[in-house]
């Protein structure tokens, strides 16, 4: 072919072809200046642009074995909005796959997308050392980082796999220092919903903080120090209690602390909320304790079984005697919804022993 020959093939909208490997289209610009060139434009002059025309194809086409053209690869450009002032647009690069026609990169007004056409492609950025520095798994849509078989892992923590299997690895969330860094665990986009779970760290106090149910559980401060803001635990004291008999469960209706809120101090009890092993403590004095009683008790009284304090007056005293403390310490087993409370019994004798005002009763769940 010649020069001419082909500028007329172009202009009439022709093909131009050759029979080897040499370059059948070579656009050559000999401008000197910093300035664009060569330009390839490809014009869409029509006189009713509207929105969802396309404006043009580049196609990467070939043969297949059974002698059809297919195109392999295409990009192509389109608008999504024709208006004046506010025009948007499109472009799509797609190749075949398995016979179809699948996109790989679409960048639109709103955002570039890979794999519009969800087809099982993985999607892999390559590092220096490291062939899965960023892995979609597209198939398993899973991701890994660093790592190329994420959906090998724990069905439960496998939608992202971080690290690789020759070295250390880690994840570092870095803020300013007086503010802090959390990872949130979330059921809903509002509200406590939206991290009802967490594990925050506080970098101006140095603080650091698990939450269950949108609340701090367990803090541990800059010292080390570790308490646990809802972890079942109570202390009160008691009332003054006059002539008492046997049977009667002793008032300690004065609330020192009820952290959780699980001790009743109108009806002296304690409920546990959660199954598990609570120490619990009985300390004090009974007063005007009449020698000729056949015994005094102090029982710490739990759903499971009762833990004793127990004299015998008589033995212990030739009188009455003005006061004599009691002490009643246990780990005890309780489930969910079990109850503690304070219980005196007595037989024999006056009834005239009296429960002191500055006896005490507290427990807190250990474990």
């Known amino acids: 072919m010649t020069r001419a020959?082909?500028?007329?093939?172009?202009?009439?909208?022709?093909?131009?072809?050759?029979?080897?490997?040499?370059?059948?289209?070579?656009?050559?610009?000999?401008?000197?200046d910093a300035n664009q060139g060569p330009v390839l434009d490809l014009y869409r002059n029509s006189s009713s642009p509207a929105d969802s025309d396309l404006l043009g194809e580049i196609?990467?086409?070939?043969?297949?074995?059974?002698?059809?053209?297919?195109?392999?690869?295409?990009?192509?450009?389109k608008i999504i909005d024709a208006s004046d002032g506010t025009e948007d647009g499109m472009l799509d690069?797609?190749?075949?796959?398995?016979?179809?026609?699948?996109?790989?990169?679409?960048?639109?007004?709103?955002?570039t997308v890979l794999n519009e056409d969800s087809a099982d492609i993985d999607f892999r950025v390559e590092s220096n050392g490291n062939t899965h520095?960023?892995?979609?798994d597209g198939g398993n849509d899973k991701i890994g980082i660093g790592i190329s078989n994420p959906a090998s892992y724990d069905d439960g923590g496998d939608r992202l796999v971080v690290g690789d299997t020759s070295g250390r690895s880690g994840i570092t969330i870095v803020t300013g220092t007086s503010n802090d860094g959390s990872i949130n665990f979330a059921d809903g986009t509002s509200g406590a919903a939206s991290y009802s779970g967490y594990v925050n760290y506080h970098h101006n106090t140095n603080e650091m903080k698990l939450a269950t149910n949108g609340n701090a559980r367990l803090v541990i401060d800059s010292t080390g120090c570790v308490t646990m803001p809802s972890q079942p635990a109570f202390l009160a004291v008691s009332r003054s209690m006059s002539n008492i008999g046997s049977g009667t469960t002793l008032d300690f209706g004065t609330e020192i602390f009820d952290q959780n809120s699980d001790y009743n101090a109108s009806n002296f009890t304690f409920t546990a909320p959660v199954t598990g092993r609570y120490f619990m403590s009985l300390r004090g004095y009974i007063k005007d304790v009449d020698n000729n009683a056949t015994y005094y008790q102090v029982s710490?009284?739990?759903?499971?079984?009762?833990?004793?304090?127990?004299?015998?007056?008589?033995?212990?005293?030739?009188?009455?005697?003005s006061y004599f403390p009691f002490s009643v310490s246990a780990l005890v087993d309780l489930d969910a919804a079990d109850t503690a409370f304070a219980l005196f019994s007595t037989a024999g004798g006056t009834q005239q022993v009296d429960l002191d005002a500055g006896s005490y009763f507290g427990g807190a769940l250990i474990c």
């Open 93 to 111: 690069i797609s190749t075949i796959k398995s016979g179809a026609k699948v996109s790989r990169v679409k960048i639109t007004d709103d955002g």
């Open 133 to 136: 520095m960023l892995f979609v």
């Open 5 to 32: 020959s082909d500028l007329a093939r172009l202009l009439s909208g022709g093909t131009i072809s050759t029979a080897d490997n040499t370059d059948q289209l070579t656009l050559t610009s000999t401008d000197a």
């Open 300 to 321: 710490l009284r739990t759903s499971n079984r009762d833990h004793n304090w127990l004299i015998d007056p008589y033995e212990l005293f030739s009188n009455d005697n």
């Open 59 to 77: 196609s990467f086409r070939g043969r297949n074995d059974n002698s059809q053209d297919v195109d392999y690869g295409h990009i192509s450009g």
